[in-house]
Structure formats: C-alpha cells, structure tokens
C-alpha cells in the first residue's frame, strides 16, 4: 500500500487542495499525484505545509519506483520536521521512519537501521510503545532484516508488529494484512512455509475483499504464494501464480517498476529449473538492464538476478 497518512495525530496536514492526491496515489495514478506535489511546492506554503507536502511526494515517488527522488525528498522533509518540531519528536521519528524506508528499497542499509534506532529511541523516550506509528516502524525493522538477508532476526519483530495492529483494528484491518505479508515472507526465508501460506493466504483474502482482485497488494501476495509453490516443487501452479502477479502488476506500477521486476526475475528463476533456458536468459537480462538504472549494486532483486545471468550461461554452455 502507498501509506500516506500520519501516524501520529499532531503532525502536520497537508495543504487543502492536495486532499485530492491522496486517493490518485492509491489508484496507483502515480504521475499525476507527482505533478500536484510539485506544483503545491511551488506555491507559497508554511514550513509546516512544506513537510507534510515533501513527506507525501517522497512516499509517492517511492510507491513508482524513483527511489533516487524519494530519498532526496525525504531528507528535506526530515530537515524541516528537525526544525519545525525538534529532533526528539513524534513527527521527527515518523519522518526519520518514512525515510528509512526508501534507503532501504535503495539498499542503504546502514543509514536506514541508524534511522529506525533513532524513531525507536523516540518512540520509547515519548511512552508511544504500542501504538501505530510503533507498529510501522516494527514492520520496517523486520522488513530491513528481510532485506539485508537476516530473516530470522525479523521473524519475532514482525510478528510484534501483527500483534499491535490486531489489538488496535481489529483482525481484517488492511493494515493488519500488510503486516502478515511481511511475516510471511520472513517464515519464508527460514523455511516455515506452513505458517508462510497461512499469512500470505491471510493476507490476500483481506486484500482481495477490501480492494479488489485486480489491486497491487493482491499482486504481491499471490507473487509470494508462487515463490511458496515453487519451493514445494509445483511448478505449473507457480508459473500460473507469477503470470497473475506480472499482469496484474504490469497494469498497475508497469513493467519496470521493482516490484515487477522481482515477479519477473522470479518467474525467470521457475524457467531455469524448468530448463527453459532460452526464456530465461532473456528475462533476466530485462530485469538486470532495467533494475540497473533505479537501485544501487547491493539491491537484493539486482544481486539475484545477476547471479542467475551467470547460472543460466554455465548451464547453457554445458548443454
């Protein structure tokens, strides 16, 4: 989902005439929400105003995949929220959290974690254990363990996190199955694929009932039920599951988003065990070409797909 809403309740508020950009973010109407940001940017706005305004366009520019952009909003937002409420605040801490994530999708992994302690430091320092903002932050904590490829660290973080948002909303909270999504695929990584299915499987009945079959977050969930059958060795339903997840994904972010660039190396990988290496090859180098201009050397999808370039060449030479 592209979360857009504070997370706490003094934060700033955006300017009037953005309420309308709120709901094109979440239609996945990306570039025009980017152009009303900017265009608000220009105007004359209240410091205040500013934040909220940079916060959104750098969650925004994040949900299309310019992470470049997003990072470099995000850093003036985190200078203002400094200025404006302190370095000890709630909003500092939400900003400081908002940009952890795009360093992360980055592969700035140390800058990210240095970040999350910092909101974490704050939300324990100002009693808001417990509470939404906390319950992000514990989800992108583990998401970074996820990343950085230390799932089992993150297993008991996200867990936490699904624990705070049941308590708050209740358990078919769009929220809560955001957060299921992200235990799973850490269940995944440690090879609980049992307890995996359950969350994801979870997780997209939630979606599908509240947004629809055709949303991004149905995408991504029947991508990490795929990878799941897969791994168990059902090949034909994988290869169904990632085709679902790539249109439905190529509609809604296109095909050089990264998030359908992890559907499209996935399924490139279940044609290398297929033997289909023709196929393969030609998928990962797309990937590769494309993820190349968007992310840094040390992104996770990047590093996998390179490796599988180099396995499908040993393979087809050998042939």
Known sequence: MVDVTPSHDEGPQLPTQLET???LAERG??????DLLREALDEHLTARQRLATSSLLGAVLRAQGDFVSSVRELRIALAISAREYGPDSMVYADTANNLGVSLKALACYGEADYLYEK????IHAQGTVGTDIHATLLHNIAGLAHARGAAAEGVDTAREAVGIRER?????DLRVAADLANLGGL???V????????????ALHIFRSQLGSEHAEVAVNLNNLAALAEERGSFDEAEELYDQAIR?????????????????????HLLFTLGRLIDAASECEAVVAALSQTVNTDH???KRAKLLMNQVKVEHDSR
Do not use: M
């Open 187 to 189: 269940l995944f990584d």
């Open 248 to 268: 439905i994904k190529n509609s809604y972010w296109g095909p050089e988003h990264p998030e359908t660039l992890l559907s499209r190396y996935n399924r490139a």
């Open 29 to 34: 109407d990306f570039p025009r929400a980017v």
């Open 191 to 202: 090879a609980q694929f049992d307890e995996a299915e359950a969350c994801f499987n979870r």
């Open 300 to 302: 996770p999808t990047l």
């Open 168 to 172: 708050l909303h209740g358990a078919d």
């Open 21 to 23: 950009v709120i709901p």
């Open 119 to 122: 909101a974490r430091a704050i």
